[in-house]
């Protein structure tokens, strides 16, 4: 297709969505609210799976020693421990570091624990996280075969839990920007249905001299994809500073401090967010247009 072509669809793409003005600013409007939905939805998402992937990292299995073990044999299982595949990491937790632990879980109650100074009955261990917390059971299974194990304690229910929760929320966000999507198509086909049947006669005068179903529907892509992007770059302001100013109140919560867990900045997500829009912006636009022309050009 040579330069003049594209210049002309282009162009006639551009009169075509001012020209309509009212229509296509109501299309716009209607778009930024759906892709304002889209974009809340998608941001909750992402930090839900931010705030379970914190949550999963800071979940453990404790491996308990045995009391006879050897420095040296210690130090071999927490090698081996490390090499099982699905270990992210294994801390050592002496008996010190444990007895220590536990008092500090007493507070101004610690005198209780006076006497476990000189005989410490809590065992050493290597604290273990993992890589995925799907495989949970698989290392235990591993560890388990290892010298100098003599007890591991994990949340398994907690973990289960992590994981269906994870689940559900990525099932359920899938679910709603499908729809979100569907609706998005169906508002910029209605839009450029709208335009092409007041310009039907003109249609069908180009393709009585011979002009292909590519060079008509053109303008109209064009005009689509300049709804769909209008629409994604105006939503991305108004969900970034609405985004901002939300993080800001909720994100110094006493609930979030408690649990250890941030939020992301619209920063973090910024550049997914804007390829989400543009690809979303261009590829409805295109979609809807397609839609639209089907009543009026033969494929």
Not at 2 to 25: A, C, D, P, R
Not at 53 to 80: C, D, M, P, V
Not at 82 to 101: C, H, I, P, Q, W
Not at 272 to 293: D, K, N
């Amino acid at each position: 297709m040579g330069y003049n072509v594209i210049s002309y669809l282009v162009k006639e793409g551009f009169k075509s969505t001012f020209k309509q003005k009212k229509m296509t600013t109501a299309s716009i409007v209607i778009m930024c609210a759906t892709m304002f939905i889209f974009g809340l939805f998608f941001a909750i998402g992402e930090n839900v799976n931010s705030i379970i992937r914190q949550i999963e990292s800071q979940q453990g299995i404790q491996i308990y020693i045995k009391e006879e073990a050897t420095e040296a044999q210690i130090e071999k299982l927490g090698n081996e421990i490390r090499k099982v595949n699905g270990v992210n990491k294994a801390t050592f937790v002496s008996k010190e570091d444990a007895l220590n632990t536990v008092k500090s879980w007493f507070g101004s109650d610690q005198d209780l624990l006076t006497g476990y100074d000189e005989e410490n009955p809590f065992p050493a261990s290597y604290f273990v996280t993992l890589t995925d917390l799907s495989l949970n059971e698989q290392v235990q299974q591993e560890i388990y075969k290892l010298d100098g194990v003599d007890e591991i304690e994990s949340e398994n229910n907690t973990i289960n839990k992590l994981r269906e929760l994870a689940n559900g929320i990525q099932i359920m966000t899938i679910i709603i920007l499908s729809l979100l999507i569907i609706i998005s198509i169906f508002i910029i086909s209605y839009t450029i249905k709208l335009t092409v049947h007041a310009r039907r006669r003109e249609i069908s005068i180009m393709k009585y001299v011979g002009a292909t179903n590519s060079f008509i529907r053109g303008p109209f892509i064009v005009e689509g994809i300049i709804i769909g992007l209008i629409s994604a770059v105006i939503t991305l302001v108004i969900l970034g500073v609405s985004y901002n100013a939300l993080i800001s109140k909720i994100g110094t919560s006493a609930i979030l401090q408690t649990i250890s867990v941030g939020l992301l900045s619209f920063s973090d997500m910024f550049y997914l967010v804007l390829t989400v829009y543009l690809v979303l912006g261009i590829g409805i636009g295109i979609l809807g247009s397609s839609i639209s022309m089907r009543k009026y050009l033969k494929v």
